[in-house]
């Protein structure tokens, strides 16, 4: 893993964020759908393929959101809208990891914007930051400015 950066999605309709369920030792919490950049990939580029893979969906970018630093890596999310596909039916290698692996299982779901919290979104600052901005139906704010977090072991 060592410090490859990673890129992600953030897609709202409906009142509700695509997310990413994992259950793993025995805990269940949520990431927002992305993954590692692949040798000669950028950011946006990442994000896309990765919301394929993992959701079974096209998207247009619209926008970054947020760089996450944690670990020694950066992540970066971007606002995405689907243009075609399924939703959850992503087959990236790891949609088909068993609960009981060492990396436990993904799972694509639908979160409330208004339960974002309490399904334990992870960065959990994003995910305060999606549920602020859900309140005001504005999704369109977080392209305001990238959030810049910096996250600890420890705040997870």
């Not at 793993?24 to 990939?41: A, D, I, K, T």
């Not at 995405?80 to 992503?90: D, H, K, L, N, Q």
Request: aromatic share 6%.
């Amino acid at each position: 893993m060592g410090n490859v950066p990673r890129a992600g999605v953030i897609m709202v309709e409906n009142g509700c964020v695509a997310a990413i369920e994992r259950v793993r030792s025995g805990r269940r919490y949520h990431v927002l759908p992305g993954g590692q950049l692949e040798p000669g990939e950028d950011y946006p580029h990442a994000a896309v393929r990765e919301a394929a893979e993992e959701l079974g969906v096209d998207v247009r970018i619209d926008g970054l959101v947020a760089v996450v630093r944690f670990r020694g890596r950066e992540q970066h999310y971007f606002l995405a809208r689907s243009t075609g596909g399924t939703f959850g039916t992503g087959d990236g290698p790891e949609m088909g990891s068993p609960v009981d692996s060492d990396s436990g299982s993904y799972r694509a779901v639908w979160l409330p914007t208004d339960s974002l919290l309490t399904a334990d979104l992870r960065p959990r600052p994003l995910a305060e930051r999606l549920q602020k901005c859900a309140s005001r139906s504005s999704f369109e704010a977080l392209l305001a400015g990238p959030l810049v977090i910096h996250e600890h072991p420890a705040d997870l």
